[in-house]
């Protein structure tokens, strides 16, 4: 059988070597998984991921950014986010403390002092704070908060990138956007996200608006638990891939890509384990332990040496890391 | 100046699949699969829509199937020994018999002959097993149900966005407030206390009581959902958990809302029933934890009790029942509450 060979990227072995001076881990990809990114980056629709908990879902999109040399911009869901957050907020609290001050008189000028600065109000602009896909869509105006670079030299505005920046070439600026755990937001918020994701535009509140440029690049990545069901018109606009929760030989290279001086079998014990695991906690309705719990258990077990022997020590790694009690 | 802004996409098409299958470089009938299914196409599609697994939360009444009437003999496993059945002992002589046989009455003239199955054993028709059920019609149907159960089960909270106008208004008075004021927002945070009625009169609707709580739990998550049931007594609900021996009582939580679904005993009788001291007490409880009390009754309103209060929110469990129709209901009844 042929595997793969994406289009859109150059992947070797379907491994991700991993950046340590940015602190990047390795990554292991899936066919489907490199299929699945190939055709979001082929279409230009946004990746939506699913899959159990830490089975590497966000990491994906941050190995994706790396792989590709493109910057990285990540933000988490919650029950609070709302779209002006994602897209841009005006911060009123600061606009009306500077109007304030603006108002009082300038007290008499003292000849023996120097003159102090003019309290004045600024123009509406500098009181936006851009979100994420303006960032994503636009970064040079962000950083400005939509001043032309003269007036925003005069306020000493000049935000900085809130993610990882790579220099790419000709001055391109190709994105990958993480949208992580959008299951925990509001319900309604993923159609929300539609008019951004879909015409890669936000609109201003003085009505302009701003979109990403002919030719930029972009890839998001959306992450879901799967807590929630996603309304079906959001469904229908992105690529989806389901990562399911590797098996015995998955956990292994995954294992050894993390830790390659780790002891091959101890990984493989722990691996077995795990699976048995998945099988018992299935059983009692309880969460299985994911990828990220069973590289903690090596982790801790390569560096504690301790073996896979039912021995008390490993009980009690196994009651931290990997079978964790309901509280 | 504003760039131009890209066109709309909007939902997957089959032209993207084309376009996708015509630019990527598979090589196996499974890559192309794949390549399908990530858009959505084909058998391989993932649905993200639906859960993987049923609400647990939710006793199963539904009866069992019961054993076939007629159990097939017993077939010897092939590759083993039998035991050959014992020999029966028959008397030496054959018994005289002086039985008759019967002659059936003529039919009636003036009506064709009885179909073969009136006489017949009563069978049952079960589904062969491993058919799936046929998909039912839910009450509150797939479209709508995402926008009934927001706009029924959300509350309000202080949001983070300031009331500006507000704030320029105490301005303008001449005094600032002591706290920044602070619109509120819409959220479904606090989840629902689902409680079913499992009764007898409710016996047509039992199937939807089920699919009612799966259609919660998809839309707020296992976590915000707890579901109780009843038989009589709202008040008495009660939820059985795995590993608990005794069942875990209702209580309410102050300010959740409180979703139930029941007929209140009706079984389509006359109009103007009057409810039980039950359900009196139950929405005065209700009530005093404050807890936003909806109340879903599959029978049109003609049938509801009006002795009630105006606590309950009591809305139509119907598949015409739409989010726009309870927002007005919610809206002339109670528009202060949310």
Known sequence: MTPYQPRNFTLTDYRFAGDEALDIPPYLFSEPAVIAIDVALATGRPLLVAGPPGCGKSRLAEAMAALLGWNFLATTMTSHTRLEELTVEVDHLRRLHDAHCAAIPAPLPDPDKPPLPTAALKPDAAYYTPGIFWWTFD????SRRNLSPDVAAEYLIGLDF????????NGEENTVLLIDEIDKAEPDLPNDLLEPLDRRSVRLPDGKTLSAAVGQELLTVITTNRERELPKAFLRRCVT????????????????AHQPLAERARIRAIAERIIEFRAKVDEHGLRPPGTSEFLDAVRTCEKLQISVDGGD???QIEGAVLLKPAI | MDRPQP???????????????????WQEHAQAQAIAGCLGFGLAAHDLGRSERPTPAIYDRSRPVPLPRREAAAKPRSGFATRPPPRLELPPQALTWQLQPITPPPPPSSTAAAPSWIDGDYQRLDPAPGTPPPPRQTLFPGRTARGVFTAALATLRLGREIDVHGLVGSVVRGHLPRRLPRLPAATLSRGCQLLLDFSDSMLPWWADLRQLGDQLAALLGDERVSVFDFESAPAAASQWQAGREEAMLWQPEAGRPILVATDFGIRGRSHGQRSSVDWQDFVRLCAAQGCPLLIL???SKAYWPADLGPHPELLHWHPRTSAAMLRRQLARSQPTRR
């Open chain 2, 7 to 25: 066109h709309r996409k909007g939902e997957i098409h089959l032209g993207e699949l084309i376009e996708a299958l015509a630019e990527l470089p």
């Open chain 1, 139 to 142: 970064r040079r105006s962000a």
């Open chain 1, 313 to 315: 020590l490993w009980r």
């Open chain 1, 241 to 256: 891939l389901v990562l399911p929760e590797p098996d015995a030989d998955g956990l292994t290279a995954i294992a050894q």
């Open chain 2, 297 to 299: 009754v599959p029978w």
């Open chain 1, 162 to 169: 809130p993610g990882r920046e790579r220099a790419q070439p």
